[in-house]
């Protein structure tokens, strides 16, 4: 994938540093998106002012050589890994070794993410390169900007986890209802079962995910309770979904919450509220504004229907009591922040706009898309409907 590291270099010149040193696996979104290579063991990743360079283990040497993004890749075999291992151990001896590969490529300064080994770092130094903390995240602001191919692959995402939703949607919407419980097949439809199924679908669309949300009655008045046990008829149930493409390691996110039977006229008012945040929060977004102003938009909206928010009490448990939304990308958080700390938005930040309305009393309510910021307003990744009432799709 072609990357715009020009701001990353930049910093490199103006800290006066020979290149920027990532020390870890793939599973740290940074090391992936700057090597483009993904690799479960500890590899590491070297840009300098005018190349990236990897240095991987013989293992992972062939693929790299095919998969990476990087203009040089390097075996640890080729600075006599094995027999500094032999010598020094196997902290030291890794050590030279990486010391070794820094100076095969002229540098002996480096900058390095707050995540960089502590222990790497200082034996770095007692090897004479010096290393400098880099505090300001350039990579996650560089990677908050995503180019047209990484666009295309959360929506891509975005589109298996609408088929997930279709799926679980639709088992509420044909489920009976037996003494207040939805039941399917004869047997109680639980948060587990629905989660199941929703799974089952994303892996059948080339994705996966750690965990979903399908959460009912009091269950979703905790933004982050993962619900259990039998979903009931007439309770606001909230289901949020947030996979990860195995290939491309991009995620999607989107949440829709439905009543089955009948929502009463609170839990009406409640969903119309959000409905009408959603929408103001939207109408705000564009390049330009900042992510504090699209939050403002929501709060708005819902004081103004008389819910509380973090916004005017800091300390409140009911109401509108999260951020309005988050980047997503590699990471399911990710910057840019749609939140009262939210700075400038600009074209290519791909975030959610997900307000809420909880209270254990009854029930919550969060509605959420994913859209990708433009110069004059939003693309939205989700093609979904919003409706309370559960239709089968």
């Known amino acids: 994938m072609d990357v715009d590291l020009s701001r990353l270099r930049d910093y490199l010149t103006d800290e006066d540093l020979d290149g920027y040193l990532v020390d870890d696996d793939a599973t740290d979104s940074d090391q992936r998106y700057l090597s483009g290579f993904d690799a479960p063991d500890p590899y590491q990743t070297l840009v300098t002012p005018e190349e990236t360079h990897l240095l991987v283990s013989g293992l992972e040497y062939g693929r790299a050589k095919k998969d990476a993004d990087a203009d040089t890749v390097s075996r640890r075999a080729e600075y006599d890994f ?3 291992l032999e010598e020094y151990g196997p902290y030291e001896g890794g050590v030279r070794c990486l010391a070794r590969f820094l100076e095969d490529h002229g540098v002996e300064s480096i900058g390095v993410p707050r995540s960089f080994p502590t222990g790497t770092a200082d034996g770095l130094r007692d090897q004479g390169v010096s290393v400098t903390v880099e505090t300001d995240d350039i990579v996650g602001q560089i990677r908050a900007v995503k ?13 298996a986890n609408q088929e997930a939703m279709a799926v679980a949607e639709s088992l509420i919407a044909d489920a009976d209802v037996e003494d207040g419980v939805l039941v399917a097949g004869g047997e109680p439809l639980t948060s587990e079962r629905v989660k199941e199924e929703i799974e089952v679908t ?9 965990d979903t949300i399908v959460a009912c009655g009091a269950d979703g008045a905790d933004p982050h309770d993962r619900g ?7 309770e606001l149930i909230v289901i949020d ?4 493409d195995k290939e491309t390691k991009y995620f999607g996110d989107m949440t829709r919450t439905f009543v089955r039977g009948e929502p009463t006229d609170e839990m009406r008012r409640r969903y119309d509220a959000t409905h009408e945040a959603f929408e103001a929060a939207l109408e705000t977004v564009e390049a330009g504004v900042t992510g504090a102003d699209v939050h403002d938009a929501t709060c708005d909206v819902l004081e103004d229907a008389g819910f509380e928010t973090r916004r005017t009490n800091p300390a409140a448990e009911t109401g509108f009591i999260h951020s309005t939304g988050h980047g997503v ?6 910057g840019p922040s749609v939140s009262p700390a939210g700075g400038e938005l600009e074209p290519g930040h791909v975030i959610t706009i997900e307000p ?17 910021v433009t110069e004059n307003g939003y693309e939205n990744l989700t093609a979904y409907p919003i409706d309370l009432e559960p239709v089968s799709r």
């Open 82 to 84: 094995q027999s500094l």
């Open 329 to 334: 990308g590699l990471d399911i958080h990710e």
């Open 241 to 244: 979904i947030f996979p990860r």
């Open 147 to 159: 180019t047209d191919e990484e666009i295309g692959h959360v929506g891509e995402t975005q589109r």
């Open 228 to 234: 259990s046990g039998p979903l009931e008829a007439d």
């Open 356 to 372: 809420g309305v909880y209270d254990p009393a009854v029930g919550g309510v969060r509605i959420e898309d994913l859209v990708v």
């Open 202 to 210: 994303l892996l059948r669309h080339g994705c996966s995910l750690d």
